[in-house]
């Protein structure tokens, strides 16, 4: 998702990291990765709503879920709502292109922050590609609201821009993210991402 500032979209705001060498001398451009964002309220929408945990990995497009826990119910079923959410949010970063799922499925913030990071890597010339690992899990949920948390780890991404192909550690990223999530569910409809803020690593 170089001796330079590189900007990544990685919290409720731009962070400047300080990014190491690539090989060859040559300095990999900037690039930002899956964002983060605040509440909003859309209409809502169907996404998975069953009483139990569903991979979503799509090794195709390169998003692979790992230690899913075992939750049932509501939780189950916010847990399923998030990992939609995770994958059209990673189908946006790689295509250029903001998946129109996720105008039924994020408030309106967190659209705007997808968008943000979709429109930067266009701006600066760069493709993402390769694999993001996630680990989601919902810390407590009812049946309108729900809490929970996603791990990111780039390790396996890449991205390419005019000055060639780089790691994501050339790029800056070395640890792996954690967010906080809050998700809802008006009127019994399908799970809503409301906020999705970085909090630190994991």
Not at 48 to 73: H, R
Request: hydrophobic letters at 40%; glycine letters at 12%.
């Amino acid at each position: 998702m170089i001796r330079v500032v590189a900007r990544f979209v990685v919290g409720a705001a731009l962070v400047g990291l300080m990014a190491g060498c690539s090989s060859g001398g040559q300095k990999p451009p900037k690039v930002t990765v899956p964002p983060s964002a605040v509440a909003g309220s859309p209409t809502p929408s169907p996404t998975p709503t069953g009483e139990s945990v569903i991979d979503a990995s799509d090794p195709k497009l390169g998003i692979v879920f790992t230690k899913m826990p075992e939750l049932t119910g509501d939780a189950a079923s916010a847990l399923n709502g998030l990992s939609v959410f995770e994958v059209a949010a990673w189908r946006a970063t790689t295509a250029g292109k903001v998946d129109p799922i996720l105008v039924l499925i994020a408030s309106p913030e967190v659209l705007r922050m997808v968008q943000g990071q979709v429109d930067g890597n266009i701006t600066r010339g760069i493709t993402i590609h390769g694999t993001l690992t996630v680990t989601v899990n919902v810390t407590s949920a009812d049946s309108t609201t729900a809490v929970g948390t996603s791990c990111q780890d780039f390790t396996r991404m890449n991205y390419t821009s005019a000055e060639g192909t780089f790691t994501a550690a050339e790029g800056g990223i070395v640890d792996k993210y954690f967010f906080d999530v809050t998700l809802f569910r008006p009127n019994g409809g399908g799970w809503i991402v409301d906020t999705y803020n970085r909090n630190g690593t994991c």
